[in-house]
């Protein structure tokens, strides 16, 4: 194994990897927010987008985050001051900690856990409190409507979401995402080996619950009558400006990038590329690349979606859930583990 | 065996909370003010509902926010100026406003208009359905949370208002029409234009049928939503393609062609059965197509001649009253003049369509879902300007 020569004291790597993060959530959010909501919607839409502000309105969003930057920061006269301002901060954080465990190469990864899987989908809910608090605090009948049709929405697809995941975690035999990586790396389909096994041929079924999921889990359309613009104004965001609203923002599609990373992790291979020695220390340079790639294709599903369906109503989103995609999910789950003894 | 004062306090609390427990968790309803100041109102509508949870108990129109007095406006103005108030009443579809009221006073004036002039007026009347409507379809896309078929609907939109505008120089205010017939004939070149203009609206109709119409989540949003039965529709004076929605064939320009050259036309009245959200956009997205068609067979048969009949100068309308209704863009639009043998009209009464048709929010809004709201108001279609006038 390929290792870093020089050795550091714990806080300084804590400090690198808190540095490491903290950059990667704005620079994930702005190249997502560029490339899909501003551009490839844009040409879906048959007009250009922004084109002004840097070579092809590359520097757009930048100047978007430097005028919520100047922006006052209001309260509403009766909002709960401190849970109102919390809340953005509570959601980041959760977008923060989903980045700790997502591995880049063997080695380059902030926080190696055994339960990285685990981890990662249980920080992922944490960000439901911010939403609820978001709701509840801004002192708004939009805003609390928006809070609990989140809080409704997030606890129902985290079920499928975990579920899906399972059939990844029954194949691998492991919770380690690192591991799954490998276990994909060294996989076979029926005794042929020579891609490895990416999950997303054998688990067909569970990347589509998955993507579905994960769509819900962002709020983004067909699944986001939370922040349904039409109906509910913005929901839980409707009370927030500048940089508290660019908190929400930066959440979004930092969570984006992270479920994308999550997802190719779990279904597209990760970091690693056919053909290659999965132990080669030069993953720890090429794999984030690839992951960036992969990254990118997932993205581009989950926000093509977004730009093309209607939106959900709130009980048919329920019935979606419960009624088709746990029972799927469960099956799934089923057929892998009968599948695994068998094969 | 005595009870002890501490005993007997804890076997009341203990009954205090069983009691507590027992009764049900009480809900209190909430109050929703939905606008004015709301994107889905595309105005100033203020929907008052009363919400238990998500489902409304009862919802209520507040209108007036954005009452401009036209009717009495009208009556210090002479009758050519009158059109350019009108105009702003249903601002989409502006050109077809002011023909009802301009065949009004010729009613009154008994003027014979040149067969030109009635047909230039028919296509620009329904130049300005196609404006209106096709705003419609893609509005309603944007209501439902799908951002892209508005963008589609203002992309080919512009075509048409390009059309109107190259004929009478306004895109939203032509005040174009002129007792005794029109302002100016066709510019060169237009009639080839507008046959263009024409398939690329069939095309956007084609586009949004692939893009909505087969969608399985907007027919879950608007099959069997806001459903108005035929005879409810009929008792609160719905008109235009809501009625038709409902399964009511009637369509004034078939029924009481006054004016206007549609009876001279081969075309369809198109109904839906089911009286929901979804009929609402199906029959309105057929009528896009079918007013592309008659505008097709106008440009062809357009007769030659003049297109302004002889009138005075100084228009005096003789003493008189009369109605004329006309098939708007948003439904049944109706001008009742009464006229005093002055400059101007002595009284105006307008019966514009919006105004009926969101009257009857209340009944079709018992017991549906806030997203609900939003799909019936926009499946509804109104202009505000033609609520409040």
Known sequence: MWTLAIELAYWQQTAIKLVVVALVIPTGAIILGYVFLMKMMSFMQSRLGPMEAGPYGTLQLLADGVKFLQKEDVFPRRADRYVFALAPVVVLVSTFLLFVVLPVGPDAVVSGLDAGLFFALAVASLSVIGVLMAGWGSANKYALMGGMRAAGQLIAYELPL?????????????????????????????????????????????????????????????????????????????????????????????????????????????????????????????????????????????????????????????????????????????????????? | MTVTEREQREFIAAAAADARVNVELETEGMTLNIGPQHPATHGTLRIVARLDGEQVVAAEPVMGYMHRGYEKLAEVRTFPQVTTLINRID??????????????????????????????????????????????????????????????????????????EAVTGGRFHPNFDRIGGLKDDLPKGWIEDTRGVMVKMRNFCDELEDLLLGNEIFEARTRGVGVIPADVALSYGLSGANLRASGVDWDMRRDNPCGLVHDELDWKVWTHPDGDSFARYWVRLQETREAT????????????GPVMAKVP????????????????????????????????????????????????????????????????????????????R
């Not at chain 1, 389909?189 to 994960?214: D, M, R, S």
């Not at chain 1, 109906?231 to 929400?248: A, D, N, P, S």
């Not at chain 1, 597209?268 to 340079?285: E, I």
């Open chain 2, 91 to 164: 601002w989409l579809g502006s050109f077809a406003n002011e023909v009802p009221f301009i065949l009004a006073a010729e009613q009154l004036m008994e003027v014979e208009v040149p067969p030109r002039a009635s047909w230039i007026r028919t296509i620009l009347f329904e130049l300005s359905r196609l404006a209106n409507i096709s705003l419609f379809l893609g509005d309603m896309g944007v209501q439902l949370g799908a951002i892209t078929p508005v963008f589609f609907a203002f992309r080919d939109r512009e075509f048409v208002l390009n059309q109107i």
């Open chain 2, 313 to 388: 100068v100084i228009i005096k309308v003789p003493a008189g009253e009369a109605y004329v209704a006309t098939e708007n863009p948003l439904g049944v639009m109706g001008y009742y003049v009464v006229s005093k043998g002055d400059l101007g009209p002595f009284r105006v009464k307008i019966r514009s369509a919006s105004f009926n048709n969101i009257s009857v929010t209340p009944w079709v809004m018992r017991g549906v879902y806030v997203p609900d709201v939003i799909t019936i108001l926009a499946s509804l279609y109104f202009i505000l300007g033609d609520i409040d």
């Open chain 1, 162 to 343: 975990v579920l899906a995941a399972i059939g990844v975690v029954i194949q691998a035999g492991t919770l380690d995402l690192n591991k799954i990586v490998l276990a994909q790396a060294t996989g076979e389909i029926f005794g042929w080996g020579a891609i490895g096994n990416p999950y997303i041929l054998t688990q067909f079924v569970g990347f589509a619950i998955f993507l579905v999921a994960v769509q819900a889990e962002l709020t983004q359309p067909p699944f986001d009558m939370p922040v349904a613009e039409s109906e509910i104004v913005g929901g839980y965001q409707v009370e927030y400006t500048g940089f508290r609203f660019l908190f929400f923002f930066m959440a979004e599609f930092g969570t984006a990038f992270a479920f994308a990373g999550i997802a190719s992790v779990l279904f597209l291979g990760g970091w690693y590329v056919p053909g290659l020695d999965p132990t080669s220390g030069w993953f720890n340079l090429i794999g984030p690349f690839v992951m960036f790639i992969k990254i990118m294709a997932v993205s581009a599903l989950i926000f093509w979606f977004r730009f093309t369906f209607p939106r959900l109503r709130e009980d048919q989103l329920q019935k979606l859930a419960w009624k088709v995609l746990i029972p799927l999910s469960l099956l799934n789950i089923v057929v892998t583990g009968v599948l695994k003894v068998l094969v």
């Open chain 2, 293 to 304: 068609y008659m505008i097709e067979q106008m440009l062809d048969g357009l007769p030659a």
